[in-house]
């Protein structure tokens, strides 16, 4: 078995991988035995061609690199998939499009040891066109809005336990299989959406802890322009018959029921451009969800109320740095 392995889903991004690739591989130089694995979902057989002729043969045969293809187009089926082929004992998904921080894996290896009882363990991600103080730190168990560093101050701190958050992060496979992984969007092969606060939430809701660790970090290669960013590739209906927000919305209702799940309408309502959904689309996320929904409402050890109120008002306020004194005072007094 190796320390780690690290998943990327590879989806009309080949360019955009093999950087990822190499990235994870020069952080394994830090003393990881680790592999990368990738499995394909790509849209067009192509661009599995071009990810193979990439690949050095060295890598496939070292067992450093594993590619896999998968022939229908779903973000959290390719993880799956590439979760069943891998060795590590503990596991990391990032996007196909990211920089590993310098030590940032072998940060996040020590603090899933540190910490009994851990669920997931996540490291800063920032976009690459932002400065590192912009990086998100956090999510709202409420809103599930990013909670950025320069939003309560930036220090390189100890760990500290957060509700949860998303890519990336790293976990133990048992973990994964113990709170049922994607669970619904990846048993309906949704295309995008609530598979980055689905696994940390169930996670918390069964027991387990959630840790930052703002040492580490990932940087986000793009968006590059200033307009909201949506990765077109994975909102696409292309694999799956249902409407682009069905993996949000699914999410909300297995996490907190009826009633999340309409609050999460609303929120979505207003934040993405796409039709209006009406009762037939809230009957059909219930029905997708909820074999889910009672699978977790017998297996959780705490609510999503419960977890709302332990995080939600003090995500910030407990993190704010003190104001720094001014030592030139105290000397120009002497």
């Not at 909102?235 to 699914?250: D, N, V």
Request: with cysteine.
């Amino acid at each position: 078995m190796k320390d780690i392995s690290v998943i990327i889903s590879c989806r009309n991004e080949v360019v955009g991988t093999i950087i990822t690739m190499r990235s994870a591989l020069e952080e394994f130089k830090s003393g990881i035995d680790g592999e990368v694995v990738i499995c394909d979902n790509s849209d067009d057989i192509n661009y599995w061609a071009v990810l193979k002729n990439m690949v050095a043969t060295e890598y496939k045969k070292d067992g450093v690199v594993k590619l896999i293809r998968q022939s229908h187009p779903c973000i959290f089926t390719a993880r799956e998939k590439a979760i069943s082929e891998s060795k590590g004992e503990y596991l990391m998904i990032v996007d196909s499009h990211c920089i590993f921080g310098r030590n940032s894996i072998i940060r996040m290896i020590g603090s899933a040891k540190r910490h009994k009882g851990c669920g997931f363990i996540y490291g800063l991600m920032n976009f690459s066109k932002h400065h590192e103080i912009e990086a998100y730190c956090d999510r709202n168990a409420d809103t599930f809005e990013g909670v950025k560093c320069s939003q309560y101050g930036y220090k390189l701190s100890d760990d500290y336990e957060i509700p949860f958050r998303g890519m990336p992060f790293l976990f133990n496979r048992k973990v994964f299989n113990a709170i049922d992984g994607y669970g619904s969007l990846s048993r309906h092969r949704l295309s995008w959406g609530g598979g980055d606060f689905v696994l940390g939430l169930k996670s918390a809701m069964m027991g387990y802890t959630n840790w930052m660790n703002p040492k580490a970090m990932v940087i986000h290669l793009g968006p590059f322009k200033d307009s909201k960013y949506f990765p077109i590739s994975y909102i696409r209906e292309e694999g799956s018959t249902y409407p682009p927000r069905y993996g949000m919305l699914i999410t909300a209702y297995v996490i907190g029921g009826l009633p999340l799940l309409r609050k999460r309408v609303k929120q979505l309502s207003d934040r993405l451009p796409f039709e209006k959904l009406d009762n037939r689309d809230l009957e059909k996320v219930m029905e997708l969800g909820g074999k889910e929904f009672r699978w977790l409402l017998e297996n959780r050890k705490f609510s999503y109320k419960e977890i709302v109120e332990r995080f939600n008002g003090k995500q910030i306020i407990e993190r704010k740095l003190p104001k720094k004194q001014d030592k030139r005072k105290d000397i120009l007094k002497k």
